[in-house]
Each structure stands twice: as structure tokens, then as C-alpha cells.
């Protein structure tokens, strides 16, 4: 099983990025796919959820109306857009498969807003 996140980086509040998430090695279509995030001396949050089955989106209060968790089941993938980004946005992303209770995990990937 493979998680491999992409797309963080460095951008000014206001701004925007798209993470990325490969999935391999376990069924992706029968299952719930995150995005959780952590931020140094702060609880680990999950910030979005889709069922990769039908599609249905779950997001943090925190997120929600910024953040848009999409998928494309071709290619077992998974994507963060994050809009109007803030300086409390800055964490460590991972992907992972499940929903509240998390099955497999990322390595991570940093976004920093400043």
C-alpha cells in the first residue's frame, strides 16, 4: 500500500494550492480517503473526507467554503484544492485512507502560508 502526497509548499495568505494524493495497493473505489493535518503543538485534524464510492464530501468547519477535496478514480487519486488560504492553514498534510479512524497514511507534505 502507497500514499504519496505532492503539491506543498510556501504561499502568501490569500493564495492557493492544489495537494495531490496517489493511492496503490488497496481498493480505492470501496472506501473513505482524508485529508488530516498537523500543526506543531496543535491536535491532528481532519480537514476533508470523500467516499470514493459516490463522491460524497465531508469538511472541518475550519475549511469549509476554502477547501475542496475532488478524486479521480482513473488514476486512484485524490486532490486538496485550498483556497484563501491563512496562516492558520500552515501544517503538515497527509493523505490517508479511512474516516476518523485511519487505515493507512502518507508520508506528508508541508504547507506553509506566511
Known amino acids: 500500500v502507497q500514499l504519496v502526497e505532492s503539491g506543498g509548499d510556501l504561499v502568501q495568505p490569500g493564495g492557493s494550492l492544489r495537494l495531490s494524493c496517489a493511492a496503490s495497493?488497496?481498493?480505492?473505489?470501496?472506501?473513505?480517503m482524508s485529508w488530516v493535518r498537523q500543526a506543531p503543538g496543535k491536535e491532528r485534524e481532519g480537514v476533508a473526507t470523500?467516499?470514493?464510492?459516490?463522491?460524497?464530501?465531508y469538511y472541518a468547519d475550519s475549511v469549509k467554503g476554502r477547501f475542496t477535496i475532488s478524486q479521480d478514480k482513473v488514476k486512484n487519486t485524490v486532490y486538496l484544492q485550498m483556497n484563501s488560504l491563512k496562516s492558520e492553514d500552515t501544517a503538515l498534510y497527509y493523505c490517508?485512507?479511512?474516516?476518523?479512524?485511519?487505515?493507512?497514511w502518507g508520508q506528508g507534505t508541508q504547507v506553509t502560508v506566511s
Open positions: 490517508a485512507a479511512g474516516w476518523a479512524q485511519y487505515t493507512y
Open positions: 495497493g488497496f481498493s480505492f473505489s470501496a472506501s473513505h
Open positions: 470523500i467516499a470514493t464510492g459516490g463522491g460524497v464530501t
